[in-house]
């Protein structure tokens, strides 16, 4: 069962535009949802985050939006660069899951320039 | 910033061959984890651990055993790999539990 599920599985932008990434999970215990940014040859690294209590995160050109009722969030790339062509996974834990995240598959943005 | 590696980088071994990945951390947290990273799946939890001597069993444990040796050290061992075991490996580390984690730079293996 795929607890954490993203979508698109990649996506093709150009250069400037703003990309938007979708995650939806179904556990409703979840309460922490961290994004995570992998460039080839390299491992994650954490982006950016959001707690339940919270429906929007910002952090310079990425910002969270979360839709607690809808079980939904997406993060949205303002202003796109090729530098930002990467991995994208969104995760997900809550306080009594044992101290793990469930990750998704990703999604594998492209930014044109 | 924490610094996780990984070794060896790359791996080819046969079919029931033993295979020992290692992971070594540096900044003393707590938590250790090895993941594996596959075309379709994404990272996927093997095993855990919240300390020296501890393990927690992950997502997709089968063929797959760990150990947690010290603070900053974690094993992953494959005592009879398989072909399906071919993917790429991350080892990663965080303070607490729902803390960063910190990921090492992966570990390639290839089952023949």
């Known amino acids: 069962q795929q607890q954490v599920r993203q979508s698109p599985q990649s996506l093709t932008v150009w250069e400037g535009e703003t990309a938007i990434l979708n995650c939806s999970y179904e556990?409703?215990?979840?309460?922490?949802f961290p994004w995570y940014q992998q460039f080839p040859g390299e491992g994650p690294a954490l982006l950016i985050a959001?707690?339940?209590?919270?429906d929007k995160k910002e952090d310079g050109g990425f910002t969270i939006f979360f839709n607690k009722r809808e079980k939904n969030l997406s993060l949205h790339i303002k202003d796109s660069q090729p530098g930002d062509s990467a991995t994208y996974f969104c995760?997900?834990?809550?306080?009594?899951?044992?101290?793990?995240?469930?990750f998704g598959k990703g999604t594998v943005l492209l930014v044109s320039p | 910033e924490a610094a996780v590696t990984q070794s060896p980088r790359n791996k080819v071994t046969v079919t029931g061959g033993n295979v020992t990945l290692s992971c070594r951390q540096t900044?003393?947290?707590?938590?250790m984890y090895w993941y594996r990273q596959d075309t379709g799946h994404g990272l996927r939890l093997i095993h855990y651990?919240?300390?020296?001597?501890?393990?927690q069993i992950g997502d997709v444990p089968d063929g797959y055993k760990a150990t947690r040796t010290t603070q900053e050290d974690f094993f992953l061992l494959l005592e009879l790999a398989s072909p399906s075991q071919t993917s790429l490996y991350f080892c990663?580390?965080?303070?607490?539990?729902?803390?960063?984690?910190?990921f090492g730079p992966g570990t390639r293996l290839l089952v023949l």
């Open positions: 959001i707690r339940s209590v919270s």
């Open positions: 900044n003393s947290h707590n938590y």
């Open positions: 556990n409703s215990a979840f309460d922490y």
């Open positions: 990663a580390s965080s303070d607490r539990g729902r803390d960063t984690q910190y």
């Open positions: 651990s919240y300390g020296a001597g501890n393990l």
């Open positions: 995760a997900a834990s809550h306080d009594s899951g044992y101290n793990k995240l469930t």
